[in-house]
């Protein structure tokens, strides 16, 4: 993204700004017309710019909602322990626009039109090591696609500050421990993956009682419990949580399995905390 003109920016934005907040087009399309500028007309041949609310990127400055990532970017970057792509060679810390960087995709921000970072896809960057509590202060993430990488440690409990959050994806990676309670405080979660990690513990009712929830994959991993919330959700086919080691549920791990898992030592604390702000 580094070499589009600022013309090809703004046209962009207009796009954007009409597809995501008046077309709801879907992520995908909106990082695919991030990547690639010239895409984004064909994308979406009916997002006229005359269509758009005036609301313009601020010209030549970086709008503070971005300057806000850069410092927790930075702080990811260092702690990254494998980057067998050059990925972060692209996140320079002498360029405090996040916008450049690869992984990370902005969109204007509905309450003041400012650009923020809406989303980030490090989908197959094959990084190495923990997410970091800074998470916490994405606040204005949308998106976070982590899957697929080699992703280790627990789940950090302010990911439940993520109140703009509808997709989080973390799965196919190594990362162990219960699933915070602070998840709970996900208002605006459509999809939540977590499969194919080492997960383990109950999963918190609570969670399965927001409202905008479709998709919680829990599948291949070592849960044990699970609540009556969530299974009023299995049986609606958004709890996905075979491949578990839970009681009374079809299509789980062998008895054997799940025993060997429960007696090994567990490093993650209960993280019972619910910081919802
Ligand atoms: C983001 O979350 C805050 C806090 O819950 C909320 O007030 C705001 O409307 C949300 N913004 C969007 C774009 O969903
Ligand atoms: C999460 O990523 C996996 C790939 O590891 C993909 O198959 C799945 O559809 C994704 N789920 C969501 C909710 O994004
Ligand atoms: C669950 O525990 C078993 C037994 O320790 C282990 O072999 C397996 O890899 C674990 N599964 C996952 C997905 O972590």
Known sequence: MGNI????????SIFLLHSCFYNGVDAGLRRKALETPSAAPSA???????????????????SPRILKFYPIIQEFKNRVANDPKGI?????????????YKGFFCDLYPADKQQTVAGVDFNGFEFAGPIPKSIGQAKNL?????????????LPCEI????????????????????PKS?????????LSLAKNQLYGSVPDTMCKISKLVLLDLSDNNFSEIGPECKKLIAQKVVDPKGNCING?????????????????????????????
């Open 5 to 12: 003109s600022f013309f090809a920016f703004l046209l962009l």
């Open 160 to 179: 439940g500050l993520l109140a703009n959050a509808t997709v989080f994806n973390v799965s196919a990676n190594s990362l162990t421990g219960p699933i």
């Open 183 to 191: 998840f709970q405080c996900l208002a605006d979660l459509e999809k």
């Open 88 to 100: 972060l060679k692209t996140w320079d810390p002498n360029d405090k626009n996040v916008r450049n």
């Open 249 to 277: 549920l079809p299509n789980q791990r062998s008895k054997a399995e799940c025993d060997a898992f429960l007696s090994k030592p567990k490093s993650c604390p209960a993280q019972n905390t619910i910081p919802c702000s």
């Open 142 to 154: 949308r998106e976070a696609l982590l899957n697929d990488n080699q992703l280790t440690g627990c």
């Open 44 to 62: 979406a041949p009916s997002a006229a710019p005359s269509a758009a609310p005036s609301a313009a990127p601020s010209a030549g400055g970086i």
